[in-house]
T-cell receptor, first 114, second 109 residues
Framework: DAGVIQSPRHEVTEMGQEVTLRCKPI?????LFWYRQTMMRGLELLIY????????DSGMPEDRFSAKMPNASFSTLKIQPSEPRDSAVYFC????????????FGSGTRLTVV | DAKTTQPNSMESNEEEPVHLPCNHS???????IHWYRQLPSQGPEYVIH???SNVNNRMASLAIAEDRKSSTLILHRATLRDAAVYYC??????????FGKGTRLSVIA
């Protein structure tokens, strides 16, 4: 089991550019979560999916952020256009959709917008 | 929303037991108590969870008060690799995991 796989590990981009972060959840997990972590705000939930369907995107900061899950094995988080304040570590996690199971997190993508 | 209260930081000596407390006085009957930790420069990692009874696994033990208004994560022998931020989180139904500030554990050699 390779765990939750995120790519890229690091991304440096210029302000105004489009950024796409990718996540492959663990096979058999039917819930997927995107989090963002900064020193100021800690770990914030951005959006989550159950069975590939977005359930709650109230944590998405602005319309510049969008997330998709076209199938059970892939999800993307897109920022367009990116801004310096989007600089953060973005984590993807997956779980079986029950409270009795833990979440497995990926290693994160460190995004720097200059 | 059900919430938890944890000390901001704690310190432990290496190879000694560590008891990390968590208060959750507004816990409801369907809330599970989950613990996660985040080591430096890594993603959060599941540690343990429970509902009413005490739980043990290879990483830690979870002691839950009889009234469920508090719990304690127990690391039986702290190592330098246990230095991390530990999060106590209540989880129920279809609500997702929401992180607070956690407890930063320092382990002294």
């Amino acid at each position: 089991d390779a765990g939750v796989i995120q790519s890229p590990r690091h991304e440096v981009t210029e302000m105004g550019q489009e950024v796409t972060l990718r996540c492959k959840p663990i096979s058999g997990h039917n819930s997927l979560f995107w989090y963002r972590q900064t020193m100021m705000r800690g770990l914030e939930l951005l959006i989550y999916f159950n069975n590939n369907v977005p359930i709650d995107d109230s944590g998405m900061p602005e319309d510049r952020f969008s997330a998709k899950m076209p199938n059970a094995s892939f999800s993307t988080l897109k920022i367009q256009p990116s801004e310096p304040r989007d600089s953060a570590v973005y984590f993807c996690a997956s779980s079986k959709a029950r409270v009795q199971y833990g979440y497995t997190f990926g290693s994160g993508t460190r995004l720097t917008v200059v | 929303d059900a919430k938890t209260t944890q000390p901001n930081s704690m310190e432990s000596n290496e190879e000694e037991p560590v008891h990390l407390p968590c208060n959750h006085s507004t816990i409801s009957g369907t809330d599970y108590i989950h613990w996660y930790r985040q080591l430096p420069s890594q993603g959060p990692e599941y540690v343990i969870h429970g509902l009413t009874s005490n739980v043990n696994n290879r990483m830690a033990s979870l002691a839950i008060a009889e009234d469920r208004k508090s719990s304690t994560l127990i690391l039986h022998r702290a190592t330098l690799r246990d230095a991390a931020v530990y999060y106590c989180i209540l989880l129920s139904g279809n609500t997702p995991l929401v992180f607070g500030k956690g407890t930063r554990l320092s382990v002294i050699a």
